[in-house]
């Protein structure tokens, strides 16, 4: 299982090096790179959920340790990786799954 759980880490790596086409890993772009992420693991019916969390956060710091050479933004990205990312991926999960109704009312002043 856990030679399963590393080569799905080396794909969401490889994934991230896609999307990311050239540009750099920021606090900006990690949003979508996590929901990119989760959307390649959802397709993955041999992990659990818990699982698949772990290992989009494995991919995530792997990318930050190999591909981020500034030892301060590779410890700032890793930093958000810790406190945000298994927040934001429950988040995700919970609007997905119906358990969390986002309701955004219009705000737009100019529509009156």
């Known amino acids: 299982m856990e030679q399963q759980n590393l080569n799905f880490t080396n794909i969401l790596v490889d994934e991230m090096i896609k ?13 979508l790179i ?5 959307q390649a693991m959802e397709r993955c019916k041999t992990v659990s959920g818990l699982e698949k969390k772990l290992i989009v956060i ?10 981020v050479n500034d030892e301060v933004e ?9 406190l945000t990312v298994p927040t934001l991926i429950d ?16 705000l737009c002043f100019m529509c009156k």
């Open 19 to 31: 999307i990311l086409d050239g540009k750099k890993l920021t606090t900006t772009n990690m949003t």
């Open 34 to 38: 996590v929901f990119s992420l989760m």
């Open 58 to 67: 494995n991919a995530l710091n792997k990318f930050i340790e190999t591909n």
């Open 74 to 82: 590779s410890q700032q990205l890793q930093m958000i990786v810790t």
């Open 91 to 106: 988040t995700l999960v919970s609007v997905d799954s119906g358990e969390l109704r986002l309701r955004m009312k219009k």
